[in-house]
């Protein structure tokens, strides 16, 4: 599975939207970008995933680059609740059955 | 619906004692698998179940480390001869079939602490 890029940290004002961007360039051409986010002292949570179309869901939008070389997770309208280290994650349908998560982007949404 | 649940939520132990760790899938979900996280890392894989069977256990770290799930639910992963560097949050998740592109469900994670 192709490795991600992502910044250490990041901080959003609330009610304003949270882009969180994520480089993968080695991606193939089988391979999913999912994104999962993990809430202090919890485990990780599913957010999103897709494989070369933009996706959105109730909790966020995936944008997909046409070269599918990086994309961007948005929550649309952040909340304190928001905050957060994010994980993008690519994966093949052929790849590893576990999930690598690097260390993902700290999100902090600031009142 | 209940989600995937783990016993217990801490646990301190003295370098050299033997640890059981316990997962609850969800029900119904035949894949599991066992992950690790050091503090300030992102989790680590550590063994992968389908069904009853380890299909994968090219994570865990040493011999020291085995994991089971005899009726192809709960799983119990195991540490014997417990070192300080074992110190970690042990997270375990299912997912409803085959893995590739299904989303995996966490547990809030197992707190070991080995003074």
């Known amino acids: 599975d192709a490795k991600t890029t992502q910044p250490t940290s990041m901080d959003c004002a609330e009610g304003r939207a949270a882009n969180l961007p994520c480089n993968h360039s080695t991606i193939s051409g089988n391979e999913y970008v999912y994104w999962y986010r993990q809430i202090h002292s919890q485990g990780p949570q599913y957010i999103i995933h897709g494989l070369k179309n933009n996706e959105t869901n109730e909790m966020a939008s995936l944008i997909i680059t046409e070269d599918r070389k990086s994309s961007t997770l948005i929550l649309p309208h952040a909340t304190l609740r928001d905050t957060a280290v994010y994980y993008c994650?690519?994966?093949?349908?052929?790849?590893?059955?576990?999930?690598?998560f690097g260390t993902g982007t700290r999100l902090t949404v600031i009142p | 619906g209940a989600g995937v649940s783990q016993t217990p939520s801490n646990k301190v132990t003295e370098k050299g004692k033997y640890v059981e760790l316990r997962c609850d899938p969800i029900s119904g979900h035949t894949a599991l698998y066992w992950y690790r996280q050091s503090l300030g890392q992102g989790p680590e894989f550590l063994i992968y179940?389908?069904?009853?069977?380890?299909?994968?256990d090219s994570g865990l770290p040493n011999d020291r480390f085995f994991a089971v799930r005899p009726e192809g639910s709960v799983s119990t992963l195991k540490i014997q001869r417990t070192e300080r560097g074992d110190s970690a949050v042990y997270l375990c998740?299912?997912?409803?079939?085959?893995?590739?592109?299904?989303?995996?469900?966490f547990g809030p994670g197992t707190r070991l602490t080995v003074l």
């Open positions: 179940f389908q069904g009853t069977g380890a299909a994968d």
């Open positions: 994650i690519v994966r093949g349908r052929g790849g590893a059955n576990n999930l690598f």
């Open positions: 998740a299912s997912s409803p079939g085959t893995p590739r592109g299904n989303e995996q469900f």
